[in-house]
């Protein structure tokens, strides 16, 4: 092994490794660039207009949401929290503390079945509190504005945590368990993309044929050098080594881990649904029940008919929006991983291809040149160990499977028109009686 090779080995080694780390780190170096730049790039972007944008009021768009929207799009890489996350708020130690968190590499997540912030049973003075909130949100106004800086799914996200403050914890811990979903997505891939330029490197550098004592191979008309069998060998015994990686990174670690994720979050949905049900069926029933009674306070009566009704409506928003909010975090799961699965491949192959440009221009290494020299064995072989990559990768989703809708009671399951329907003819019933019974004593 000449020197030469040994440093241009250690220059594209060390060039897989930073960029193995940074891939791994995420948004942290772009948040410590950021933080390090603002205040450098505050006082320009306002000499030249471009300021932060911030949300309009209620019912308004401002026409400075199109000017700086491009330019500030930019910062989102370095922003250390989502817009949703800054709707939730960041008082979440409580959800912490039953957040189970596994693994080293990969990980996984789940809540602990303890865990519900949702009072167990629909008392008065929680039905007071709902019917508050419910009041709230069913006399608001619906927000037009919107941030252009940030991704759609990621504003509607920011709405709903704004309209239901009430189910904050639920709404962070299912958005910690989908960063925790993408992230071992993201860390497959750029481990899969690491031992792949690896296999590469270790080829292009050391597979000269010299590293193996083999002897020639004669078949009839095909006959093969010790040298040509050692670099058969070296290229065999390197990518089949890479396949066994990927094998094993994929099915003893990354499969059982994110399948754990995805049952995880469709139990903890599950759990949640079946809380805010039981207090649904409980506001049903009271609100059926209001005519039934000693009550003869009119006022009283008045007011636990509409706090009832508003319950159930405000119940079943609730259980709406957190189904849209499941189903928004479902759609950023496969659109990030998709992103992921295109995007960190492709800046390995950047990369490798800057650091061959580089060698080449200092060290007159090509990288072209020296593949054509391995042969067409090592090319297929190197061909086949792509379409293993590409196999796993392709699979990378595959638990999502385990969030099965039909396991929790959702939104249409409760059958809203229907139990509106019965309170609405219970009410009418009782009147009809009143008056009939009234009418037929005059």
């Not at 608001?140 to 945590?161: C, F, M």
């Amino acid at each position: 092994m000449s020197d030469a090779s040994t440093i241009n080995g250690l220059v594209l080694l060390v060039g897989i490794g930073v960029l193995f780390v940074l891939m791994l780190a995420r948004q942290i170096p772009f948040q410590i660039i950021g933080r390090i730049t603002g205040p450098i790039f505050r006082p320009i972007g306002r000499l030249f207009g471009l300021k932060a944008i911030t949300r309009a009021g209620p019912g308004s768009v401002r026409p400075a949401h199109m000017g700086p929207s491009a330019w500030a799009a930019l910062s989102r890489a370095a922003r250390a929290q989502t817009e949703t996350e800054k709707s939730l708020g960041g008082d979440f130690a409580h959800e912490d503390k039953h957040l189970k968190r596994h693994g080293f590499l990969f990980h996984w997540t789940g809540v602990q079945v303890g865990y519900i912030r949702t009072p167990g049973e629909l008392t008065q003075d929680v039905a007071e509190e709902y019917y508050r909130q419910g009041a709230e949100f069913l006399n608001g106004r619906v927000k037009i504005s919107a941030n252009p800086q940030n991704l759609y799914e990621d504003e509607e996200g920011a709405v709903i945590a704004e309209y239901f403050p009430v189910d904050a914890g639920c709404l962070y811990l299912l958005n910690e368990m989908r960063k925790t979903i993408n992230s071992n997505v993201r860390k497959l891939t750029v481990i899969f993309s690491t031992i792949i330029a690896i296999v590469l490197i270790v080829n292009l550098l050391y597979n000269d044929g010299s590293h193996l004592a083999l002897g020639g191979l004669a078949l009839g008309p095909l006959s093969l050098s010790p040298e040509a069998v050692s670099q058969a060998v070296f290229a065999a015994l390197s990518t089949i080594g890479g396949a066994v990686a990927m094998w094993l990174f994929y099915f003893m670690e990354y499969v059982p881990y994110q399948r754990n994720n995805f049952r995880e979050l469709s139990n903890f949905v599950t759990r949640y649904l079946a809380r805010l049900n039981d207090h649904f069926r409980t506001a049903e029933g009271q609100a059926k029940s209001v005519t039934v009674g000693q009550e003869k306070d009119a006022a009283r009566f008045s007011h636990s008919a509409r706090m009832w009704h508003t319950n159930v409506l405000w119940i079943a928003q609730r259980i709406f929006f957190i189904e849209t909010f499941v189903r928004n975090i479902m759609f950023q799961m496969l659109r990030n991983s998709g992103y992921y699965l295109v995007f960190v491949p492709l800046l390995f192959l950047v990369v490798l291809a800057g650091l061959n440009l580089a060698l080449t221009e200092w060290a007159g290494f090509d990288a072209g040149a020296r593949l054509a020299d391995l042969g067409v064995i090592f090319i297929i072989l190197f061909v086949v160990l792509l379409a293993v990559y590409a196999s796993f990768l392709r699979r990378s989703m595959a638990s999502i499977d385990e969030i099965n809708q039909d396991e929790w009671i959702g939104f249409d399951s409760l059958l809203l028109e229907h139990v509106l329907g019965d309170i609405v003819g219970k009410y009418a019933e009782d009147v009809g009686y009143w008056k009939n019974r009234i009418g037929g004593g005059i």
